[in-house]
């Protein structure tokens, strides 16, 4: 066919456009190419260094095992075991494990106690509501505002539908902007707090430090043998406004090296034999042994940083994972 003079021009610039719009195909598919290799990449990398941070568990629970294992009767920081780093090396990076007592806290689930219904649980306001605002009011929570916040953390866990008094139930929450009700069960993680009536940031981190969610609706049992200094709270808060926080902080400096042989040796000490402490407080909240341990890992590896806390269980004879959290790196 022939082409006139005329329509040359006209033909020409067709197949420059159509040169221009394959091109802006072909880049457009090069890079949705390039992207998904990006992601494939990105994938495999997580999942490697999530496969780094399983077998890190697994090195933490022999570590652990290895722990109970020095004492059958009582656990105690000879070690060195206790917040101090361990690093491993993996393929193209490090993982780093980090062991701490986990008894060494309020648990939050022990404001309620179990009811006989099973999974029904009813708060405890003779022990630990009060023992929570001890707590809260030793580490600069105002007591009116700690009243409150014991109350509704206890609501918020118990399976009736009555607010406690200073407490709040359903119809607190449901008013709001975003309604939600209360889950009356127990938590699965401290950060549930942070939904909790008089909560608020400020407040929440004052508290993180110093509670838990372990998965019993019993208080925790804190080991004598392993609070720190810097955790005195946790030990005044045990006593009904006989003992400061530096009081107890120079109790656990005058520890025995190897620890206390048992709970009795703890509580016999003449600083502490005139000090008003619930017998119920000594048996059922104090101990020498560990049953809970926290893990943390941290993954750098391949340019990908993965930050893991686990929960190990040792109440049997050997240490079980019984939850893991994923977070980003702090």
Same mark, same amino acid.
Not at 262 to 282: E, G, H, I, M
């Given at each position: 066919?022939?082409?006139?003079?005329?329509?040359?021009?006209?033909?020409?610039?067709?197949?420059?456009?159509?040169?221009?719009?394959?091109?802006?195909?072909?880049?457009?598919?090069?890079?949705?190419?390039?992207?998904?290799?990006?992601?494939?990449?990105?994938?495999?990398?997580?999942?490697?260094?999530?496969?780094?941070? =399983?077998?890190?568990?697994?090195?933490?629970?022999?570590?652990?095992?290895?722990?109970?294992?020095?004492?059958?009767?009582?656990?105690?920081?000879?070690?060195?075991?206790?917040?101090?780093?361990?690093?491993?090396?993996?393929?193209?990076?490090?993982?780093?494990?980090?062991?701490?007592?986990?008894?060494?806290?309020?648990?939050? /689930?022990?404001?309620?106690?179990?009811? $006989?219904?099973?999974?029904? =649980?009813?708060?405890?306001?003779?022990?630990?509501?009060?023992?929570?605002?001890?707590?809260?009011?030793?580490?600069?929570?105002?007591?009116?505002?700690?009243?409150?916040?014991?109350?509704?953390?206890?609501?918020?866990?118990?399976?009736?539908? /009555?607010?406690?008094?200073?407490?709040?139930?359903?119809?607190?929450?449901?008013?709001?902007?975003?309604?939600?009700?209360?889950?009356?069960?127990?938590?699965?993680?401290?950060?549930?707090?942070?939904?909790?009536?008089? &909560?608020?940031?400020?407040?929440?981190?004052?508290?993180?430090?110093?509670?838990?969610?372990?998965?019993?609706?019993?208080?925790?049992?804190?080991?004598?043998?392993?609070?720190?200094?810097?955790?005195?709270?946790?030990?005044?808060?045990?006593?009904?406004?006989?003992?400061? &926080?530096?009081?107890?902080?120079?109790?656990?400096?005058?520890?025995?090296?190897?620890?206390?042989?048992?709970?009795?040796?703890?509580?016999?000490?003449?600083?502490?034999?005139?000090? /008003?402490?619930?017998?119920?407080?000594?048996?059922?909240?104090?101990?020498?042994?560990?049953?809970?341990?926290?893990?943390?890992?941290?993954?750098?590896?391949?340019?990908?940083?993965?930050?893991?806390?686990?929960?190990?269980?040792?109440?049997? $004879?050997?240490? $079980?994972?019984?939850?893991?959290?994923?977070?980003?790196?702090?």
């Amino acid at each position: 066919m022939q082409v006139r003079p005329s329509e040359r021009g006209a033909a020409l610039l067709t197949v420059l456009l159509l040169v221009a719009v394959i091109s802006v195909l072909a880049a457009g598919a090069l890079e949705k190419l390039r992207l998904s290799t990006r992601l494939a990449e990105n994938g495999a990398a997580m999942e490697q260094a999530r496969a780094f941070a =399983y077998a890190a568990e697994t090195v933490a629970t022999i570590r652990v095992d290895a722990i109970l294992g020095q004492d059958a009767a009582r656990t105690t920081l000879q070690g060195g075991w206790a917040g101090h780093p361990f690093a491993i090396q993996v393929p193209g990076g490090l993982a780093t494990l980090t062991v701490t007592d986990g008894d060494n806290c309020f648990n939050l /689930n022990g404001l309620v106690g179990e009811a $006989q219904q099973p999974g029904a =649980y009813v708060a405890e306001t003779q022990t630990q509501i009060p023992e929570f605002v001890r707590l809260m009011k030793l580490v600069g929570i105002p007591g009116q505002t700690a009243d409150g916040i014991a109350a509704a953390t206890a609501d918020w866990i118990d399976s009736d539908t /009555n607010p406690l008094p200073n407490g709040a139930e359903d119809t607190a929450y449901l008013g709001k902007d975003r309604p939600y009700r209360t889950p009356n069960t127990l938590m699965t993680d401290v950060s549930e707090l942070r939904a909790v009536a008089g &909560v608020t940031p400020e407040i929440y981190a004052k508290l993180a430090p110093w509670v838990c969610a372990l998965p019993i609706a019993k208080p925790s049992m804190i080991n004598v043998n392993t609070l720190q200094p810097e955790q005195a709270p946790l030990l005044a808060m045990l006593f009904p406004d006989t003992m400061d &926080v530096g009081r107890a902080r120079a109790l656990l400096l005058e520890r025995p090296v190897a620890g206390y042989a048992s709970t009795d040796a703890f509580w016999q000490q003449p600083s502490l034999a005139r000090l /008003n402490a619930d017998l119920n407080v000594k048996a059922q909240q104090t101990g020498v042994k560990t049953y809970w341990f926290n893990l943390k890992i941290a993954i750098n590896a391949n340019g990908v940083q993965l930050s893991q806390t686990d929960l190990l269980d040792a109440t049997g $004879q050997r240490a $079980q994972i019984v939850s893991r959290v994923w977070s980003d790196p702090a």
